[in-house]
């Protein structure tokens, strides 16, 4: 019976910790993947764009030549020849578009810039500095038209050439718009700078486009979202804390109750113990003889003794050899000492018992008794 109860208690105990093990995993995972998240997640926003497109159109103020017989200001393309032109007037507009209402504030002023390479530069205002401010959602910076005199080029850059004698093969000639402002929305500010330019070659017969006409930057505003995670499993969303400190608790929780359980089952595991009959044999096997079986005891009085030290005692005071007869059908064996019609015996507990890790279960009769 007590067999029973201790495999019965055996098995019960490795279920519970199996049960505890996928406990364990499963609480564990959520807790490491909880950690892994961060708290929260940062996004920008992009609360309003303005975008700051400027252009440059020109013409060509022409003499009267076999070309043009009325001479005038005609549409050209990338080449201006020089020598029937006079005037270049160039339209420059700068606007600011944004998807929500700004308030666009600064300055700017528009100079003609004459380059000989990396010998010299000279600037030339085409337009004294202002200031400007607007409101809205399309504002207009610039909306002019500003002509750049050919001619008085044509005597600046004779002048530097008969002072310096150096005489470049070509020039560059720039129109430059210095725009410097802030762009301010709900309270948020952002800079802004154009340097955009008109550039054109100079040589000594034409003057060829050199640069772009169109340009165009953008300015965000732009703000930034903090988003507190959360814990998404099998459709349900759950706060990102909350998780991670139930699932570390339950975590412990449950691997404490593993090792309890483990500890539990490691100290109730049953163990095979030696029989009695291998204990006794080991220690007197020089002094019992084993037999196949027992003597004809009808017509002898059987003295049973208690304990095998006795039947050592009997043996030691009479001299006599002791005897062994294993019974197989219960795994019991007999030792029996013969003195004439007298027979000495005593019978050992079962062989195949077993017995756990406690102690006193299961005494040494054997060798106590007597």
């Known amino acids: 019976m007590r067999e029973i109860s201790i495999k019965l208690f055996k098995e019960k105990n490795k279920k519970i910790i199996y049960t505890l093990i996928v406990m364990l995993g499963i609480s564990a995972a959520i807790s490491v993947y909880s950690l892994l998240i961060p708290k929260t997640t940062s996004s920008q926003i992009n ?25 005038g200001t005609v549409e050209v393309g990338d080449t201006i020849f020089k020598k029937i032109t006079t005037l270049i007037p160039v339209n420059l507009k700068s606007t600011i578009r944004s998807e929500n209402e700004v308030i666009a504030k600064g300055s700017h002023e528009i100079q003609l810039v004459v380059k000989a390479g990396e010998l010299w530069e000279r600037s030339f205002p085409l337009e004294k500095k202002q200031s400007f401010e607007h409101k809205g959602k399309d504002i207009s910076i610039l909306d002019n038209t500003f002509d750049i ?47 955009d330019k008109l550039a054109f070659q100079y040589y000594y017969d034409e003057i060829v486009l050199a640069s772009e006409k169109t340009f165009s930057s953008v300015t965000p505003f732009t703000s930034t979202e903090v988003i507190t995670n959360s814990f998404a499993i099998m459709g349900l969303t759950l706060p990102l804390i909350p998780v991670r400190i139930v699932s ?80 197989h059908e219960d795994g019991n064996a007999l030792y029996f000492i013969v003195d004439g019609d007298y027979v000495y015996n005593y019978e050992t507990i079962k062989s195949n018992l077993i017995h756990s890790t406690e102690k006193g279960i299961i005494s040494d009769n054997a060798y106590a008794n007597g």
Do not use: W
């Open 47 to 71: 609360d309003n764009t303005s975008k700051i497109d400027t252009s440059f159109n020109y013409q060509a103020t022409i003499k009267p030549n076999i070309l043009y017989p009325n001479g």
């Open 149 to 195: 005199n050919l001619e008085d080029v044509k005597k600046f850059i004779a002048q530097v050439e008969e002072d310096t004698g150096i005489s470049p093969e070509q020039y560059t000639i720039e129109v430059v718009p210095n725009v410097l402002g802030t762009l301010n929305y709900e309270g948020k500010e952002r800079e802004f700078q154009l340097d």
């Open 248 to 327: 570390t608790i339950f975590s412990s929780l449950i691997l404490i109750a593993f090792i309890y359980a483990y500890k539990n089952l490691v100290s109730n595991r049953v163990k095979p113990m030696r029989s009695q009959i291998d204990k006794i044999n080991k220690k007197y096997g020089n002094r019992i003889i084993s037999v196949s079986q027992k003597v004809n005891m009808d017509e002898k009085s059987i003295i049973t003794l208690s304990s095998f030290k006795s039947v050592l005692k009997v043996a030691d005071e009479k001299e006599l050899p002791i005897f062994c007869h294993k019974i």
